[in-house]
């Protein structure tokens, strides 16, 4: 298969992860005969500080023209301590997403078996938990119209949400249900929020067509809760857009590290595939931003192109670089030399070779990998 990538690195940590997916991707392509072809771009704070714009119009126009956009991170704190300014990274994101189509933000969370004790979270609690989070992403507060009185002193944020919105995703959290535990639970504020009474009425009428898929319903202050104390209740969440954000975050500590979680945000006709952590400025050149999330991520891609071969030997070599604990110190300080790019060698050369990378695995903790 052929495939054109658009490649948008970004801000912090974003080209160091990217590079890595990128590499394993290169790999599969190695292995399986493949041809991808990736074509890098600007956007967020990079891209404000060479064009003025966080997604420039050549950025925006590769990213229509290819078959699908890998995606890094954006941000940078002199854009966060800045209340003022009025051109932000996030507005590149929050563009290209509209501009795009893509309305669903798929969103993984599993809890790793040699993982466990990483997890702030008990043993107990969240062994065996396996969710998919469907994120409406183009709707809500975040597009809503924004209004600023003209002394300053008063805001607003308009929640405004169209039956269609509604149900594009419910047909995909269902669709995706099926193939899971069957079980759909919608999160909202139906009590509080006229937009999400909607919500539940169009969800409800949607759940008739799949007989198969149980639904039920968390008010978003009592799911935050339940995802802390039982997260394995869960199998598909559905929700809109701020609930879906920050329930997503949230779900995050589950697997011990921000840095495993990948994610697809899925339209009619495009698709673009990121982690779900931010830039990390902190990080950024030390080598210890975790690359896991960004070549998951690339998994979801060969997912989407129905590659799942492909797809699998991938999650296989991420599963592989755990137990080995071939990880960045965000998941094992004890092994501080293990940096980004021995991640990605270590989980590029399990594609090239699954049943001799355990031979790589001590000379990589040597710092004389044999892989690259």
Same mark, same amino acid.
């Given at each position: 298969?052929?495939?054109?990538?658009?490649?948008?690195?970004?801000?912090?940590?974003?080209?160091?992860?990217?590079?890595?997916?990128?590499?394993?991707?290169?790999?599969?392509?190695?292995?399986?005969?493949?041809?991808?072809?990736?074509?890098?771009?600007?956007?967020?704070?990079?891209?404000?500080?060479?064009?003025?714009?966080?997604?420039?119009?050549?950025?925006?126009?590769?990213?229509?023209?290819?078959?699908?956009?890998?995606?890094?991170?954006?941000?940078?704190?002199?854009?966060?301590?800045?209340?003022?300014?009025?051109?932000?990274?996030?507005?590149?994101?929050?563009?290209?997403?509209?501009?795009?189509?893509?309305?669903?933000?798929?969103?993984?969370?599993?809890?790793?078996?040699?993982?466990?004790?990483?997890?702030?979270?008990?043993?107990?609690?969240?062994? $065996?938990?396996? =969710? @998919?989070?469907?994120?409406?992403?183009? *709707? &809500?507060?975040?597009?809503?119209?924004?209004?600023? +009185?003209?002394?300053?002193?008063?805001?607003?944020?308009?929640?405004?949400?169209?039956?269609?919105?509604?149900?594009?995703?419910?047909?995909?959290?269902?669709?995706?249900?099926?193939?899971?535990?069957?079980?759909?639970?919608?999160?909202?504020?139906?009590?509080?929020?006229?937009?999400?009474?909607?919500?539940?009425?169009?969800?409800?009428?949607?759940?008739?067509?799949?007989?198969?898929?149980?639904?039920?319903?968390?008010?978003?202050?009592?799911?935050?809760?339940?995802?802390?104390?039982?997260?394995?209740?869960?199998?598909?969440?559905?929700?809109?857009?701020?609930? $879906?954000?920050? =329930? @997503?975050?949230?779900?995050?500590?589950? *697997? &011990?590290?921000?840095?495993?979680?990948?994610?697809? +945000?899925?339209?009619?006709?495009?698709?673009?595939?990121?982690?779900?952590?931010?830039?990390?400025?902190?990080?950024?050149?030390?080598?210890?931003?975790?690359?896991?999330?960004?070549?998951?991520?690339?998994?979801?891609?060969?997912?989407?192109?129905?590659?799942?071969?492909?797809?699998?030997?991938?999650?296989?070599?991420v599963d592989k670089s755990?137990?080995?604990?071939?990880?960045?110190?965000d998941l094992n300080s004890?092994?501080?030399?293990?940096?980004?790019?021995?991640?990605?060698?270590?989980?590029?050369?399990?594609?090239?070779?699954?049943?001799?990378?355990?031979?790589?695995?001590?000379?990589?903790?040597?710092?004389?990998?044999?892989?690259?």
């Amino acid at each position: 298969m052929k495939l054109n990538i658009a490649v948008l690195p970004g801000d912090g940590i974003g080209p160091e992860v990217t590079a890595q997916a990128k590499k394993v991707l290169k790999a599969i392509a190695m292995e399986f005969d493949h041809k991808f072809i990736f074509k890098e771009a600007l956007a967020g704070a990079i891209a404000i500080d060479k064009s003025g714009n966080p997604l420039p119009d050549e950025t925006l126009k590769l990213c229509k023209n290819t078959d699908a956009v890998l995606f890094g991170a954006i941000g940078d704190p002199k854009f966060d301590n800045d209340p003022s300014a009025k051109v932000r990274p996030e507005q590149g994101l929050l563009k290209l997403r509209k501009e795009l189509g893509l309305f669903a933000n798929i969103r993984p969370v599993k809890a790793y078996e040699t993982l466990l004790s990483k997890s702030p979270l008990k043993k107990s609690i969240i062994e $065996g938990t396996d =969710i @998919s989070i469907y994120r409406e992403l183009t *709707g &809500g507060i975040y597009f809503g119209e924004k209004r600023t +009185s003209e002394d300053g002193n008063t805001s607003s944020d308009l929640c405004e949400y169209s039956r269609f919105e509604i149900e594009r995703i419910a047909h995909l959290a269902f669709k995706a249900a099926q193939s899971r535990k069957g079980k759909v639970t919608l999160v909202d504020k139906a009590n509080v929020l006229e937009s999400s009474r909607l919500w539940r009425k169009v969800v409800t009428e949607i759940a008739l067509e799949y007989p198969d898929v149980s639904l039920d319903f968390l008010f978003v202050d009592n799911a935050a809760m339940q995802m802390i104390l039982n997260p394995k209740q869960f199998d598909v969440i559905l929700t809109e857009n701020m609930f $879906g954000d920050i =329930i @997503s975050d949230e779900a995050s500590v589950i *697997g &011990g590290s921000i840095g495993l979680l990948a994610s697809a +945000s899925v339209g009619d006709k495009y698709a673009l595939f990121e982690p779900i952590h931010g830039s990390y400025p902190q990080a950024t050149g030390k080598g210890i931003a975790n690359p896991i999330a960004s070549i998951l991520s690339a998994a979801m891609l060969l997912e989407h192109f129905q590659l799942f071969e492909e797809a699998n030997l991938i999650k296989q070599g991420v599963d592989k670089s755990l137990k080995l604990h071939i990880t960045t110190p965000d998941l094992n300080s004890k092994y501080s030399h293990i940096t980004t790019t021995k991640v990605g060698d270590f989980i590029e050369d399990f594609i090239s070779n699954p049943k001799d990378t355990n031979l790589n695995f001590k000379n990589i903790h040597l710092g004389q990998s044999t892989i690259i």
